[in-house]
């Protein structure tokens, strides 16, 4: 174990400052750096794509680590490598080299010996110091996991077997440092890239294709990882980013701090989960569905990002979480059609299981929600921009949108699944069928009442709002301040009754004729003629009651 030899201060090195909270050692400019080739006859890696260069390349590695560190060279060629122990302090360059797993290398070892074949790993000799290790580099580098000889792979057969892990030693505060650029992942039978704890990872400026779990994976704390410019994509396994951070680093910290930037990920999935404090940065991010966020006492935030989104995706536990300037759209790469709802956001899950999470904050800044053009609707799936779980107002959680679009082709734009909640909706634009639908009652599970504010909306449509509602007192609450829609847009509708809704401030309501008793309104509404003078105040909600089916007559009095 390389227990505190990199620590300290990097002398005669410089700081390099490359990413928020991350500071690398590199060597000074004055500073001659150790270089070595693999294929020098001291070591004798071949790079003929038959000959196994593991050996070869370990003895390079032991050897510039014994020297104080260094750089190996790969000189361009493809080297069957079955696993090689690297160690910090080492760059490991190659442009146009190919480290290649052996191929049917689970025929001649057997599966469970191949499920823990890690090609590039540090896991032998993983850093234990008081503070962070010398940088561990890989530049320039072709990954090629030949995962179609491998045998069977893809039910996680192989999972654990990554093209490259890095791991520091939960034992010591201080983080393995390491770097991959401008390397490519192919055909892996795990994941690409394996951060696990204690480590201080930067990737970037590479491109993970067709491999099997994800381009990018960090599943251990006390570790802070930055991404930027990575490009995933496959066919034959669909390749995304996978946060799950399941295993505990120094002090038994979940906690990471995540930066990722300019991600395109064509085929696979966008599923980040983090607890205990951890910081999530998104930034210009193309992600097609699955979209899975799970942020518990934890913060998140992205900004100009696209993200497709399947049925049953979720938004768990959003304790401190901000969309700003992002686009949410109906995959059209659903496999199946017959949900019985889908919606453009993933699902706001507020809690799971009768936990009960409290004073979360779930926002929605300016941005869109629409359908893939491509997507194919299912006469039987009801479509949302916004849908948002089961929660009670007790908890204190909210969701605010302000200002941004809901399309015109979904059935609703915001709505509660099951029922309960705080809404702050400011300034949305919605064009939605059915801008807004909610259910707020106590049940089994406590006082799952809305608080609803709707300020300076838009609507295009020809409804407005439809309320389950009940005839009896409850406790929800529907404030409207600054909403001045069209008579035509005027339609309520409820289940069981308005009357034990609380109503404050109201909306105004534009119309070529004085209302009737048939005119839909709720206490506190005021209906202005768009032409002359006139407003009337409603003081008693008119609306559809579908149970009884039939008009509830409003009362409209002149002002």
């Known amino acids: 174990m390389a227990k505190g030899r990199s620590a300290g201060i990097c002398a005669s090195l410089i700081m390099l400052v490359v990413s928020p909270g991350l500071a690398q050692c590199l060597p000074a400019a004055s500073e001659k750096v150790l270089t070595v080739s693999v294929k020098e006859s001291r070591f004798g890696a071949k790079g003929d794509g038959v000959t196994d260069d593991t050996a070869a390349i370990q003895k390079a590695v032991d050897w510039v680590f014994a020297q104080g560190g260094g750089k190996i060279s790969f000189p361009p060629g493809t080297y069957?490598?079955?696993?090689?122990?690297?160690?910090?302090?080492?760059?490991?360059?190659?442009?146009?080299?190919?480290?290649?797993?052996?191929?049917?290398?689970?025929?001649?070892?057997?599966?469970?010996?191949?499920?823990?074949?890690?090609?590039?790993?540090?896991?032998?000799?993983?850093?234990?110091?008081?503070?962070?290790?010398?940088?561990?580099?890989?530049?320039?580098?072709?990954?090629?996991?030949?995962?179609?000889?491998?045998?069977?792979?893809?039910?996680?057969?192989?999972?654990?077997?990554?093209?490259?892990?890095?791991?520091?030693?939960?034992?010591?505060?201080?983080?393995?440092?390491?770097?991959?650029?401008?390397?490519?992942?192919?055909?892996?039978?795990?994941?690409?890239?394996?951060?696990?704890?204690?480590?201080?990872?930067?990737?970037?400026?590479?491109?993970?294709?067709?491999?099997?779990?994800?381009?990018?994976?960090?599943?251990?704390?006390?570790?802070?990882?930055?991404?930027?410019?990575?490009?995933?994509?496959?066919?034959?396994?669909?390749?995304?980013?996978?946060?799950?951070?399941?295993?505990?680093?120094?002090?038994?910290?979940?906690?990471?701090?995540?930066?990722?930037e300019n991600l395109n990920l064509e085929d696979g999935d966008f599923d980040v989960g983090v607890r205990d404090g951890s910081l999530v940065e998104g930034k210009n991010i193309i992600a097609e569905a699955p979209f899975h966020l799970y942020t518990k006492q934890s913060s998140a935030r992205f900004s100009n990002c696209r993200f497709g989104v399947a049925p049953e995706n979720r938004i768990i536990y959003p304790y401190k979480v901000t969309f700003q300037g992002c686009e949410f759209f109906v995959s059209a790469r659903t496999k199946r059609q017959d949900y019985e709802w889908h919606s453009a956001a993933p699902v706001i899950a507020w809690n799971l299981s009768g936990s009960k999470e409290t004073?979360?904050?779930?926002?929605?800044?300016?941005?869109?929600?629409?359908?893939?053009?491509?997507?194919?609707?299912?006469?039987?799936?009801?479509?949302?921009?916004?849908?948002?779980?089961?929660?009670?107002?007790?908890?204190?959680?909210?969701?605010?949108?302000?200002?941004?679009?809901?399309?015109?082709?979904?059935?609703?734009?915001?709505?509660?699944?099951?029922?309960?909640?705080?809404?702050?909706?400011?300034?949305?634009?919605?064009?939605?069928?059915?801008?807004?639908?909610?259910?707020?009652?106590?049940?089994?599970?406590?006082?799952?009442?809305?608080?609803?504010?709707?300020?300076?909306?838009?609507?295009?449509?020809?409804?407005?709002?439809?309320?389950?509602?009940?005839?009896?007192?409850?406790?929800?609450?529907?404030?409207?301040?600054?909403v001045v829609i069209p008579a035509k847009s005027n339609f309520l509708s409820s289940t069981y009754g308005l009357e034990g809704n609380r109503y404050e401030g109201g909306r105004v309501i534009e119309g070529e004729r004085p209302p009737t008793p048939e005119t839909h309104g709720l206490p506190g509404d005021v209906f202005r003629l768009k032409t002359g003078s006139g407003e009337w105040l409603c003081t008693k909600a008119g609306y559809y009651h579908e149970r009884a089916k039939k008009t509830i007559p409003a009362v409209w009095q002149a002002r």
């Open 80 to 260: 069957i490598v079955t696993s090689v122990n690297i160690r910090e302090g080492i760059t490991y360059e190659g442009h146009g080299a190919t480290i290649k797993r052996p191929d049917y290398l689970t025929d001649k070892i057997g599966r469970k010996a191949a499920h823990w074949i890690r090609t590039f790993s540090n896991q032998k000799y993983k850093y234990c110091g008081q503070t962070d290790s010398r940088p561990l580099i890989i530049r320039g580098l072709t990954f090629d996991g030949s995962s179609q000889t491998q045998g069977p792979y893809q039910k996680h057969e192989l999972e654990h077997a990554a093209l490259v892990f890095l791991t520091g030693d939960n034992k010591c505060p201080g983080r393995l440092n390491a770097i991959v650029e401008d390397c490519v992942f192919r055909n892996g039978v795990g994941d690409a890239l394996h951060a696990y704890v204690n480590t201080k990872v930067i990737m970037k400026d590479c491109l993970a294709e067709n491999v099997f779990r994800g381009g990018f994976t960090l599943t251990g704390g006390h570790s802070i990882a930055t991404v930027k410019n990575l490009t995933t994509r496959g066919r034959i396994d669909p390749t995304g980013i996978d946060v799950e951070v399941d295993g505990a680093g120094y002090g038994n910290s979940y906690k990471v701090e995540v930066y990722l």
């Open 359 to 482: 004073n979360q904050k779930l926002v929605f800044a300016n941005c869109t929600f629409s359908l893939d053009a491509a997507h194919q609707r299912h006469p039987g799936t009801k479509y949302y921009g916004l849908l948002t779980g089961w929660d009670a107002i007790d908890l204190q959680n909210f969701l605010e949108v302000t200002g941004g679009r809901i399309a015109g082709n979904f059935d609703v734009g915001v709505g509660t699944y099951k029922r309960g909640g705080h809404w702050r909706i400011r300034g949305l634009t919605i064009a939605a069928a059915l801008p807004f639908s909610w259910t707020g009652v106590a049940d089994n599970y406590g006082r799952s009442f809305c608080d609803i504010l709707i300020d300076g909306v838009k609507i295009n449509s020809s409804k407005y709002m439809h309320i389950t509602g009940y005839g009896r007192p409850t406790e929800n609450r529907l404030e409207q301040r600054n």
